[in-house]
């Protein structure tokens, strides 16, 4: 088992950025690490992935302005997010296969 922690979350006006972090309390080293997002009243979305060995993914909604990353030696992983949208607005979960976070709130707003 291992406890999964996401923080960096908060208020943010259109355009700003916002770095998450998800921590876990063992190695996630030989994980592969996705980021979702989830909506009010919507289902549950993709965002982006991370391999074991660094290769990455994106949705095409958060291409080119979203940067997944990971540091194994701090069992740690990271979704950087830049231009950020309204419709970015999420409870955001950390996903080291196949732990979960309880997420964290980003909300898009002027």
């Known amino acids: 088992q291992a406890h999964i922690a996401e923080s960096g979350g908060g208020l943010v006006q259109p355009g700003g950025s916002l770095r998450l972090t998800c921590i876990a309390s063992?190695?996630?080293?030989?994980?592969?690490v996705n980021w979702y997002r989830q909506a009010p009243g919507k289902q549950r979305e993709w965002v982006a992935h991370i391999s074991s060995d660094g290769n990455t993914n994106y949705s095409d909604s958060v291409k080119g302005r979203f940067t997944i990353s990971r540091d194994n030696a701090k069992n740690s992983a990271y979704l950087q997010m830049t231009a950020l949208k309204p419709e970015d607005t999420a409870v955001y979960y950390c996903?080291?296969?196949?732990?979960w976070g309880q997420g964290t709130q980003v909300t898009v707003s002027s």
């Open positions: 996903n080291p296969y196949p732990y």
């Open positions: 063992r190695s996630i080293s030989n994980s592969a």
